[in-house]
């Protein structure tokens, strides 16, 4: 019998992708102990954006989540998305602090991480995947699809053999605007396959609407893994839903390992989780439906969510469609970067700049610079040299790898974080996200009043 088997990413991409990443610790853990029974191959639950929503946005210790779901899970693989250099935050970090982090993931519980660079530069995975093969974990190399003119079947199947040659225990392609045509996925998965000796694994998003018929196209050629959502946190900017991808395949004659009456109980669950999220306005309805221009503008899901996020705030939300069709033209003139993450959001910072200022590149930010400057790594379309220009001036382009100009970091940045720094995970913390950080450990440790003296307080300042 043919075999298909499913990573659940309710617990990570699917609320980064609707809600910007804000589900709590507290709305997964009544669940866990179902999930685990319900035969996932996996539970993506960690990594991506979930590290600095919960230290920024939540109060809460990312470390303690991941250590909570691992009790309640004996069954099933957890998986994290890690940034390659990058990790979970928004610069390179220097090799030794990659080695630490991966070091007290696997410690707390990872099993699989899912490993990829923005610009699909392999220079840039190689730190991470040395790492995770030193510490006993499952590297899966993903690479970030987009199209351009450069992005095509030849371009992905060389890196994917290039990722299985260096030792990819797995290979993803992570499709993460939900762009792969059924078309293109008939002919790119069995040019992938023939070039690897390892699992391939799919991954998309139902943003622009094709996603369930992409899934279909991927098994019917021989992938092994596709990745879903438990149906009410499923569709629009997330993954297709788990349940039908389930009983399509096992109509099919293919076996998904999955518990249709489980998976029944878990949908049940998270209705009402979805519905609370609703009702605060944490979760915007406009993000669980489908978009086709999305096969024209390439923005990916948690991308969408984040803008419309950042122009509710700026009080500019009439402007989403202009904000939208500016995203590819700046992407062209970077050289087309897969708009994944930290590059998802520099571009998508910048369209809003060029968008709202009236101007495109009146403003810049400084991390466009630095892309342009090669601390990122190689642009995968060679960047106009005038327009270079025009943003950094003469200033230096390196072509090395980034990190090999970052010394030693971790040791450093503990001493600076001194008595805040309880273990290795707090350091880390504090090396990952600096300010939000080191606010965050010091909520974290800062002795809480008893009850008396809060009275007291309140009663001095007439609370």
Excluded at 221 to 238: F, R
Excluded at 383 to 409: H, K, M, N, Q, W
Excluded at 422 to 442: I, M, R, W
Aim: net charge negative; glycine share 6%; hydrophobic share 40%.
């Amino acid at each position: 019998m043919v075999e298909v088997r499913i990573n659940e990413t309710v617990l990570r991409d699917a609320h980064q992708s609707l809600m910007a990443t804000r589900m709590s610790t507290e709305d997964m853990l009544p669940i866990i102990e179902k999930m685990d029974s319900a035969g996932y191959y996996a539970l993506e639950c960690w990594g991506g954006a979930t590290y600095d929503s919960a230290i920024r946005f939540l109060d809460e210790d990312p470390w303690e989540r991941l250590r909570e779901i691992r009790k309640r899970t004996p069954n099933t693989k957890l998986m994290m998305l890690l940034r390659g250099q990058n990790l979970i935050g928004y610069r390179h970090y220097a090799d030794d602090v990659v080695d630490k982090f991966i070091q007290k993931a696997v410690e707390n519980g990872i099993d699989i991480f899912r490993i990829f660079d923005a610009l699909n530069d392999s220079r840039n995975v190689r730190a991470s995947l040395e790492a995770v093969k030193k510490y006993g974990a499952h590297a899966q190399l993903a690479i970030a699809y987009t199209t351009s003119d450069v992005h095509n079947v030849e371009y992905y199947t060389k890196l994917a053999k290039e990722y299985n040659d260096m030792g990819a225990d797995s290979i993803c392609i992570k499709d993460m605007a939900g762009i792969l045509t059924p078309a293109v996925t008939r002919e790119l998965i069995p040019a992938i396959k023939a070039v690897i000796d390892v699992p391939l694994n799919l991954h998309t998003h139902a943003t622009s609407g094709v996603s369930q018929m992409t899934y279909l196209a991927a098994v019917e050629n021989g992938v092994d893994i596709i990745d879903t959502a438990i149906s009410p946190l499923a569709e629009g900017t997330s993954q297709p839903p788990t349940e039908s991808m389930a009983l399509t395949l096992e109509e099919l004659n293919i076996n998904t390992h999955l518990n249709i009456d489980t998976l029944e109980e878990i949908a049940d669950y998270f209705k009402g989780i979805r519905d609370k999220y609703l009702a605060d306005g944490t979760l915007d309805s406009k993000m669980m439906f489908a978009d086709p221009k999305a096969l024209i503008y390439q923005v990916p899901g948690g991308m969408l969510s984040n803008l419309n996020s950042q122009l509710r705030q700026a009080g500019a939300l009439d402007k989403y469609d202009a904000v939208l069709n500016e995203v590819p033209s700046v992407r062209e003139d970077m050289g087309f970067p897969p708009l994944v993450t930290p590059l998802s959001q520099m571009v998508g910072t910048q369209a809003v700049f060029n968008v709202l200022a009236g101007e495109r590149y009146k403003m810049v930010p400084n991390e466009i610079k630095d892309y342009l400057k090669g601390l990122y790594g190689k642009s995968p379309a060679p960047v106009d040299e005038e327009f270079r220009r025009s943003i950094i001036g003469d200033a230096e382009v390196i072509e090395t790898r980034p990190a090999d100009r970052l010394e030693p970091e971790f040791e450093k940045l503990k001493a600076e974080l001194g008595d805040l720094g309880k273990n290795d995970e707090d350091v880390l913390t504090y090396a990952l996200f600096p300010q939000v950080g080191q606010q965050y450990l010091e909520r974290k440790y800062q002795p809480k009043p008893v009850a008396g003296e809060t009275i007291k307080i309140h009663a001095r300042y007439g609370q």
